[in-house]
């Protein structure tokens, strides 16, 4: 079973800028997840989808924030504008619901520095 | 506000030391606990924990629930160098039809030679 993918694996990008992440999960589940992990901490989630529907995402921070799963598949997560302290490993996980939907996969992330 | 505290939040030991890490929580609708390792990349998932008192083990590895302390452990025997990583515990909980997943900052477990 292939993996939770996610691109890109790095980007540098100053303040103000834009920045796009995009994710693919494991087929067949119908929960994506995008965390956001500042060094030293552990993950906080951003959002959640159930298949291209919007869950939970009363962490997002929606004035620079968005992210969208149109088909209920691949997703993307974008910044704009973003700043300094958005510096973080992105992770995104997916889940195959019930009964173990706790259980979570998580991609290798995509690491933001922003200068 | 939901917590989830982990002790120590780093320890240095020597292959074939033993250990325990301890996680802490509070949250509104507990469902499940579950630790992650995680080395330089994604959290890879150790066990799921949803009952009190039941053991479950992978190897060196086990891990325990008290729902009534409201804490977890994570044991480690005869400790690897490739057990250096960071150890996450998370909590599960029901928030309407969504499961949010709320995580400690992590113990850091170094093994030395």
């Known amino acids: 079973e292939a993996g939770v993918a996610q691109s890109p694996r790095y980007k540098i990008i100053e303040k103000r800028q834009s920045v796009a992440f995009w994710c693919n999960p494991i087929?067949?589940?119908?929960?994506l997840y995008w965390y956001q992990q500042i060094l030293g901490q552990g993950p906080k989630l951003l959002i959640q989808?159930?298949?291209?529907?919007?869950?939970?995402d009363s962490q997002l921070p929606k004035d620079r924030f968005s992210a969208e799963r149109l088909k209920g598949v691949d997703s993307t997560l974008k910044i704009q504008p973003a700043k300094l302290e958005d510096s973080a490993v992105y992770l995104c996980?997916?889940?195959?619901?019930?009964?173990?939907?706790?259980?979570?996969?998580f991609g290798p992330g995509t690491r933001l520095t922003v200068l | 506000e939901d917590k989830v505290v982990q002790s120590p939040l780093s320890l240095v030991v020597h292959e074939g030391d033993t250990v325990t890490l301890n996680c802490s929580y509070e949250?509104?609708?507990?469902?499940?606990l579950l630790w992650y390792k995680q080395e330089k990349k994604a959290p890879t998932f150790l066990f799921m924990l949803t009952s009190s008192g039941i053991e479950k083990k992978s190897g060196r590895l086990s891990s325990i629930l008290d729902k009534k302390e409201l804490f977890s452990i994570l044991n480690i025997t005869a400790t690897q160098t490739g057990d250096s990583a960071v150890y996450l515990c998370a909590v599960g909980e029901d928030v309407g039809t969504a499961s949010k997943l709320t995580f400690g900052t992590g113990t850091r477990l170094q093994v030395t030679l």
């Open positions: 989808f159930q298949n291209n529907g919007v869950v939970d």
């Open positions: 949250v509104t609708n507990f469902r499940s």
């Open positions: 996980a997916s889940s195959r619901g019930l009964p173990r939907r706790d259980e979570q996969f």
């Open positions: 087929s067949g589940h119908a929960t």
